[in-house]
């Protein structure tokens, strides 16, 4: 049940939004062209969406795109009060504000093919700082005004490019203005040689992960772990003939984050050490 509510508009568009919660409730978001940037002020929440769910903790954050349905915060608890601040990130307010010059953080990675649509952030002293600030002006509402709104928005903007989820905020914040969707097969395809782990992947599927290991092993017949790192190999291993390249950065190319568990992992497949097949094939 919502005991408090308060908001600022900018260019007829609600663009913050302070509620106060009193649960238990459930919070749906509407299926829309914009993104939410979520800071609990007061209380832990569950966010859900189709296949993931986790606990965002007070002063941490929040941010979704509300492209698809299905995503909800809740909190079943019947003690705690819940206060937060939504930030809302509209396509159109962004065009304009920006006129033709949007920011990295809204422009679509060249080397990120993910479908991610929500991300925790971390405890940050400076968007902590930033939501300070906005709760003055909820105090005080007659210094607000559009230009005022425009610093504010672009402000939150810069802070979040800071962040350490920043990759992931972009690829979050991109789809409101360069809207795909790929195929699972794709983004295996291309994260194959990344250095990510299941986790990561299944983030980038918008699947959690035992259903991201469901799927995984329905269309290539193995399991992530095996399959992922028997292709890792068979390219390192033909980079081991083709380039000259150094052991320690084509383990690195392919996929392994450590030299010792690579060197490993090829000695159990080519009964053979990366250097000894090197010298032998060459």
Known sequence: MVTDYKKMDLFG?????????????EFPFPVSDRACFLFSLEGDIQFYDKQEQFVVHSNYSLLLTCISNGKKIINSANSTQNELIIISFYPGTLKKIYERDLPLLLQKPKNNISNQSAERINNDFLIKKYIEGLL????NPSLVNEDLLIIKLKEIILLL???????????????????ATYSFRQIIDANMFR??????????TNLSVSSFKREFTKLYNDSPANYIKTKRLERAAELLVVSDERITDIAFDCG?????NFTKSFHDKFNVTPTNYRLKLK
């Open 161 to 179: 490019s800071q962040t350490q989820n920043a990759e992931t905020i972009r690829v979050i914040l991109s789809q409101l203005f360069s809207p």
């Open 256 to 260: 392994f984050n450590d030299l010792a």
């Open 13 to 25: 568009e609600t663009l913050i939004q302070k509620i106060v919660l009193k649960p238990p409730f």
């Open 195 to 204: 250095q990510v782990g299941i986790e990561e992947l299944a983030k980038k």
């Open 136 to 139: 003055f002006y909820f105090e």
